[in-house]
């Protein structure tokens, strides 16, 4: 049963009906269903927090570290208060993260809750549209109006953005969604077992993709190039990978229409290069603590009321080489862990690590552009790795073990991160105009 509530779980947490139909409002559905995933899962939870299972999985240990970090940062500062609130909400994040992971625990249960993933991002995708083309008319789903000026013209003019409900009522985060989904798409449709079947499963990235374009987010279309090229790395090898990026990216820029998601530059004005900014004045502001960071919630203070655009950068600046260095650990231990995953894991799970890579991959891209440290769509993400891991060796090769060679690698892994954004953010500055 607790995996059946861990679906419903998430329909209610990634659709939000109490959104869409204001009848049910106030029921707090999410509140009800999350007790019965704790009743019926509760055990295996807490098992995933036992201290040898943290040695044993370090993707758990660097969300709980991460987790603690948060907290510290505030501490740190002296503001209690906060670190209580904050503690509370992200607490939930990663009690989610832990729900995951605790029960996805087999080859199965993972095929089948990407092929959930495909559903709920159709339900969330065709809603958004059916908004957009006016069919419907719900408050929660209004298409985001931006204003911009025309290039040729230089008049002001106004342009829409397609967006969902709840998690999903930014275009970013939406977009990112229906890269996932896309990629689930494909894993179903590859794993199908018919034609016929394989059709139905291909089919929802038609309707991913038109959405995806409204969107008109340029940090979900980094995601999804950064996710089909490494997923085709994994099946074809760099050389038909480079061949294939010469023949598509155009023909995806092309699709684009020519309008802002394919229109990525440095020059002073775009949004592009405002967010470079805003990542060099977080981390100007760094050094201040570099230790435990500046605090979480505090970044907009360093940085002219703006967050960081940046979900690395925002992490190592609030949480400090300590936090930062367990968010992007956990997505480097995710990616070397699924790269390894080979014939003696079971053919199931071989055909399945190259699609939950890029979607990892992919998500990492999307959110280079977007701070989304502390949401629940990243650990979802994390999660689906941490889980594919767990199932992949129940028993842990010492490779994947918290030892001290291990916390020594991820040290390494957080200065030369630390360091590689600074030095990327000061570069493109440089050429920026």
Request: glycine share 12%; net charge positive.
């Given at each position: ?35 019965l995933c704790l009743l019926t899962t509760g055990q295996r939870v807490a098992a995933l927090l036992h201290p040898t299972a943290l040695i044993d999985r370090p993707i758990n240990a660097c969300i709980i570290g991460l987790f603690l970090a948060s907290a510290l940062s505030q ?130 990235i038609g309707v991913f993709g038109y959405a995806l374009i409204l969107t008109k987010s340029r940090g979900g279309m980094l995601g999804l190039i950064v996710a089909v090229m490494f997923w085709s790395y994994s099946y074809f090898g760099w050389k038909k990978t480079l061949l ?190």
């Amino acid at each position: 049963m607790g995996y059946y509530f861990f679906v419903l779980l998430n329909v209610i947490l990634l659709v939000r009906p109490e959104e869409l139909l204001p009848e049910i409002a106030g029921l707090r559905l999410y509140l009800i269903v999350i007790c019965l995933c704790l009743l019926t899962t509760g055990q295996r939870v807490a098992a995933l927090l036992h201290p040898t299972a943290l040695i044993d999985r370090p993707i758990n240990a660097c969300i709980i570290g991460l987790f603690l970090a948060s907290a510290l940062s505030q501490l740190a500062t002296g503001n209690v208060g906060a670190a209580v609130d904050f503690a509370g909400e992200f607490g939930k994040v990663v009690l989610y993260y832990l729900l995951l992971v605790a029960v996805l625990d087999t080859p199965g249960r993972l095929r089948d809750f990407l092929g959930w993933i495909v559903g709920i991002v159709a339900v969330l995708s065709s809603l958004a549209l059916l908004q957009y083309h006016h069919v419907i008319n719900v408050s929660a789903l209004s298409t985001l109006a931006r204003w911009d000026y025309d290039p040729e013209t230089g008049n002001r003019i106004v342009i829409p953005q397609l967006r969902a409900s709840g998690i999903y009522n930014d275009p970013n985060d939406l977009c990112l969604i229906l890269v996932t989904g896309s990629i689930c798409a494909l894993y179903r449709a590859t794993t199908a077992g018919g034609l016929v079947r394989a059709a139905l499963w291909l089919a929802p990235i038609g309707v991913f993709g038109y959405a995806l374009i409204l969107t008109k987010s340029r940090g979900g279309m980094l995601g999804l190039i950064v996710a089909v090229m490494f997923w085709s790395y994994s099946y074809f090898g760099w050389k038909k990978t480079l061949l294939g990026a010469l023949v598509m990216l155009p023909l995806g820029a092309s699709l684009a229409g020519g309008s802002r998601q394919a229109d990525v530059n440095l020059d002073r004005g775009d949004t592009a290069h405002a967010r470079l900014i805003h990542w060099a004045d977080g981390l100007n502001a760094l050094p201040e603590n570099p230790l435990t960071g500046i605090g979480v919630g505090r970044y907009p203070d360093v940085a002219q009321g703006y967050a960081a655009h940046n979900s690395f950068v925002h992490t190592y600046v609030e949480t400090g080489l300590a936090g930062g260095t367990m968010f992007l650990g956990a997505f480097y231990l995710a990616v070397l862990g699924l790269y390894r995953v080979g014939p003696l894991q079971g053919q199931a799970l071989t055909r399945l690590a190259p699609f939950v890579s890029a979607i990892v991959v992919g998500y990492a891209g999307g959110i280079f552009s977007l701070s989304r440290g502390y949401v629940v769509p990243t650990y979802l993400v994390i999660g689906l790795a941490a889980a594919t891991l767990r199932v992949a060796w129940p028993t842990p090769p010492p490779w994947l073990r918290l030892d001290g060679k291990m916390a020594l690698r991820l040290m390494v892994v957080g200065i030369v991160g630390l360091v590689g954004l600074k030095f990327f953010t000061q570069a493109l500055l440089l050429v920026s105009h």
